[in-house]
C-alpha cells in the first residue's frame, strides 16, 4: 500500500514550456486535490476531483489544469509555465468529505 | 468564505519546555478542524482533527488542541517538546455544509532547540 504518489519530484522547466504532474492513489478514495505550497501562504486549493470523470476549480486554478480519466489518477497540466508557477505542489486524496492523505510533493521551478 | 490565521509564523521553544501554536478561523457555519504537520522534505500528516464531541482533542504523540468555539480558535498545545517535533504545523478548516475542501492557515515553524 504506497499511499498516495507523485511523479516527477522535482522538475525545472523554462517559462513557457509544457508539463504533467502524476498523481496516483491505492486507497480507492473517491476525493482527489492538488494544492500547490508557497512560502508563509500554507496550501491553496488549485483544482480537485469529486470522482472519476470529474473536476472542479479550487481557489487557484488559473493557468491549470486537471483530468480524472481514472480513479485512482489525477493529472494536473501546465500549458504554458510562468516562474509564477514556481512553487511545491502536493497532491492528496480523501474517502471522506474531511480527512485528507497527503503525496510527498513535487517541487517545480520555473525560470 | 472561511479564512484560517495562524498567529505565530515561527515559534523557537527549548527542548522539554511547553509550547502553544495558535489557530484563528473566521467562519458563519459550524466548521471542522484540523491540524497537520509536515517534517523538512516531506508532504503532510494529519496530527489530530475537531469533528464533533469533545472539544479537547489528543494525538498519539502528545500534542492535543482545544476548540474554542467562542473564540473561533484551535490552539495546538504540548506541555514538554522534543527535538524531533522540529516541523511545519498546519491549521486548517472544513465547512461542515460544503464537505470536500480544507482552508489552510500560512502554517508555524516549531523549531526545538536543544
Known amino acids: 500500500n504506497a499511499g498516495v504518489t507523485q511523479t516527477p519530484k522535482f522538475r525545472v522547466l523554462k517559462t513557457g514550456q509544457s508539463m504533467t504532474l502524476l498523481c496516483a492513489q491505492d486507497m480507492n478514495h473517491e476525493y482527489m486535490y492538488w494544492y500547490r505550497q508557497d512560502p508563509g501562504m500554507g496550501l491553496r486549493l488549485i483544482h480537485y476531483s469529486v470522482g472519476e470523470g470529474t473536476t472542479a476549480k479550487g481557489e487557484v486554478p488559473d493557468g491549470y489544469n486537471v483530468s480524472r480519466l481514472k480513479k485512482q489518477n489525477f493529472l494536473l497540466g501546465l500549458e504554458s509555465a510562468a516562474p509564477s508557477q514556481t512553487s511545491v505542489y502536493f497532491c492528496?486524496?480523501?474517502?471522506?468529505?474531511?480527512?485528507?492523505?497527503f503525496g510527498p510533493g513535487t517541487r517545480l521551478t520555473v525560470t | 468564505a472561511q479564512s484560517v490565521t495562524q498567529l505565530d509564523s515561527q515559534v523557537p521553544v527549548f527542548e522539554e519546555a511547553p509550547v502553544e501554536l495558535r489557530c484563528n478561523y473566521s467562519?458563519?457555519?459550524?466548521?471542522?478542524l484540523f491540524w497537520y504537520v509536515q517534517y523538512p522534505n516531506q508532504g503532510l500528516q494529519l496530527l489530530l482533527k475537531y469533528l464533533s464531541g469533545s472539544t479537547l482533542v489528543e494525538s498519539i504523540n502528545g500534542f492535543e488542541a482545544e476548540f474554542n468555539k467562542s473564540q473561533t480558535s484551535f490552539h495546538l498545545r504540548k506541555p514538554s517538546v522534543h527535538i524531533s517535533d522540529t516541523a511545519e504545523y498546519f491549521c486548517a478548516v472544513s465547512l461542515n455544509n460544503a464537505g470536500n475542501m480544507l482552508t489552510f492557515g500560512g502554517g508555524t515553524r516549531l523549531m526545538v532547540k536543544p
Open positions: 492528496a486524496s480523501s474517502y471522506s468529505l474531511r480527512e485528507q492523505y
Open positions: 467562519s458563519s457555519v459550524s466548521v471542522y
